[in-house]
């Protein structure tokens, strides 16, 4: 006999593992695997400031998990924002300053890489206009979202992993709840030449589709790691449930 109970928390460990990994990478943080399953099994005692990103993220998950699915307005990125500082009271939210050196990486191509701080509001005040204004199916909002928060990078920090979280917690609200915790968006917007070409491709031709399409295409691989994940977890709450029993 499985129990949903037992399934969910076993499943929890083991899917989360995958998606804190990906939050190391987008925050630079060199975390061992070890200090991850410690945070995953409440074993944490590090007191690590260089951490709070990770545990934040963490804590994230586990709000979707409980059912809570944030409004899609601008209390939910105050609230991630203050998850991934470590719980600190904020001093200020949105960036106030622009920084030169990604401001824009080519002039003849128009490859802006962050928007200018006076425009962050009203731009972030668009964007929750134009999820709730576009006809398009709600997993294209969902990376619609991802991109224009990596794009704008609204904040002084964590604005990728914002992004992915962002687009987990707008999945959300539109209704599938909890399973959007183990929804595997984490790697969105890692680093790496073919982000940056289709994000480029994104202005260049002024057409999300090339995001769109990408998100889908990253997601189906690693939905097919979480099947595996999944049926791993099954065998092993079997497995103890047998061991029990006998």
Known sequence: FLSEAGFLAAFRKESFLPLLKPSCLLEGKDVPELTLKAMLTGMYRENDPEHAPILGH????????D????AF????FASLLGKLNGNVELVSFYREKNSRSRFMTNTASEIV??????????KMNDLFASVERENI???AKAFLV???????????SHNDLIASLAAKAYLANQGYGKAMAF??????MRKSAKTKDICDSVQLYSDITYFVCYGIEQMTLALSSL?????????????????RLT
């Not at 059912?67 to 944030?70: I, L």
């Not at 307005?73 to 939910?76: F, H, I, P, R, V």
């Open 58 to 65: 963490l804590a994230f998950l586990d709000s979707l998990l």
């Open 67 to 70: 059912g809570r699915a944030p």
């Open 73 to 76: 307005e601008e209390s939910l």
């Open 113 to 122: 890489e962050e928007c200018p701080w006076r425009l962050i509001e009203s």
């Open 137 to 139: 199916p709600v997993i």
């Open 146 to 156: 991802a991109y224009f928060v990596a794009y704008l990078k609204p904040f002084d």
């Open 183 to 188: 929804l595997p968006l984490e790697n969105l």
């Open 227 to 243: 099947l595996d994940v999944a049926t791993r977890t099954v065998r092993l709450v079997l497995d103890e449930e047998r061991n």
